[in-house]
């Protein structure tokens, strides 16, 4: 069983992303998949943290019941710096992870494994997690099917013009209240200038 989930993972991956999607290497660190909400969000989000080294957004589907797909993301990390604890609880808190809503027919509430033995490294940290929460987790852990790359266009949606409409008034306020949260997962060299300068500001106010 093990070997056929093997060969199907590295063969199912869209052909028009294997250029973009390395297999996991010590010296290139370790990559993860996730869905739950936009991507354009996720994408930022995950963009921002220290240890991050890529982010890849577009649609993601595992096997099965779950095989249709859901939009997501695949983020390049090096355990080194961030471990996998600490990217699924920051899935975990930013998007509605105890909620099931309308949506979850586009947005599945979903870690991802692209390796079998990262099944159950996933479902540990989620077990774990759980107490951060009053309300059950739905998010699950899955095991990688496909994935396709959005646009080229919108990757990078974020950082390449935070002044877009959906940026400020969508995008920002997540990244506001992530700083404020998780403040020592930022890499704050990668935030626009004008987020950290209202961060600043909303320091001395208070």
Not at 95 to 120: F, L
Request: some cysteine.
């Amino acid at each position: 069983m093990a070997s056929t989930i093997n060969n199907a993972m590295n063969s199912v991956i869209d052909s028009t992303t294997s250029s973009s999607i390395d297999s996991d290497t010590n010296t290139i660190g370790k990559k993860i998949g996730l869905s739950g909400t936009c991507y354009w969000c996720t994408e930022a989000i995950f963009l921002s943290l220290r240890g991050v080294t890529k982010v890849e957004q577009g649609w993601i589907s595992s096997f099965a019941d779950d095989d249709w797909f859901s939009e997501g993301i695949i983020v390049s990390y090096m355990p080194d710096v961030i471990s996998l604890k600490n990217l699924i609880a920051i899935h975990l808190h930013t998007h509605s992870s105890t909620k099931i809503h309308s949506m979850r027919d586009k947005y599945r509430s979903a870690v991802y494994a692209m390796e079998p033995y990262q099944i159950t490294e996933i479902k540990h940290n989620l077990a774990l997690l759980q107490d951060e929460f009053e309300q059950p987790l739905i998010t699950r852990a899955y095991t990688l099917n496909q994935f396709k790359l959005s646009d080229e266009s919108m990757q990078n949606y974020y950082y390449s013009d935070p002044q877009r409409p959906f940026c400020e008034n969508i995008i920002t306020p997540k990244l506001k209240k992530l700083l404020s949260s998780h403040a020592h997962l930022i890499n704050k060299a990668k935030l626009p200038a004008t987020l950290i300068a209202s961060d600043h500001d909303a320091l001395i106010t208070t």
